[in-house]
C-alpha cells in the first residue's frame, strides 16, 4: 500500500519561497506518476504539477517559472521548490501518486501566503 507523508508548508511573505516535500512508501516508483495538487477555501482542487517515472514534467500554467517539481530516490521524496509565492498561491498543498489502477493521496500541508 502506498503511503505519502507532506511536509514544508507554513506562513511566507509575498514574493517569498518554499519547498515541500512528499516522502512515499510503498513503492519504488519506477511506474507511474506523482504530482502536487492544491486546493484553495471555497475552491476544487486543482493540479500544479507532475514528475512521471521517466523524469517527464508538467506545471500547470500559473505556475510556470515559479515553481519547480523534482525527485530524490534515495530519500523517497518528491520535491516541488516554490519561488515569487503570491497570496493566491495560498492553498492546502497535496501529493498524489497515479498508476494504471492505483491513486494514493497525501493528507496535505498548509501554504499561506501574505500580501
Known amino acids: 500500500q502506498v503511503q505519502l507523508v507532506e511536509s514544508g508548508g507554513g506562513w511566507v511573505q509575498s514574493g517569498g519561497s518554499l519547498r515541500l516535500s512528499c516522502v512515499y512508501s510503498?513503492?519504488?516508483?519506477?511506474?507511474?506518476?506523482m504530482g502536487w495538487y492544491r486546493q484553495a477555501p471555497g475552491k476544487q482542487r486543482e493540479l500544479v504539477a507532475t514528475i512521471a517515472w521517466d523524469n517527464f514534467t508538467y506545471y500547470e500554467d500559473s505556475v510556470k517559472g515559479r515553481l519547480t517539481i523534482s525527485r530524490e530516490d534515495a530519500s523517497n521524496t518528491v520535491f516541488i521548490q516554490m519561488n515569487n509565492l503570491k497570496p493566491e498561491d495560498t492553498a492546502v498543498y497535496y501529493c498524489?501518486?497515479?498508476?494504471?489502477?492505483?491513486?494514493?493521496w497525501g493528507q496535505g500541508t498548509q501554504v499561506t501566503v501574505s500580501s
Open positions: 498524489n501518486y497515479v498508476t494504471w489502477n492505483s491513486i494514493s
Open positions: 510503498g513503492t519504488t516508483f519506477r511506474h507511474g506518476t
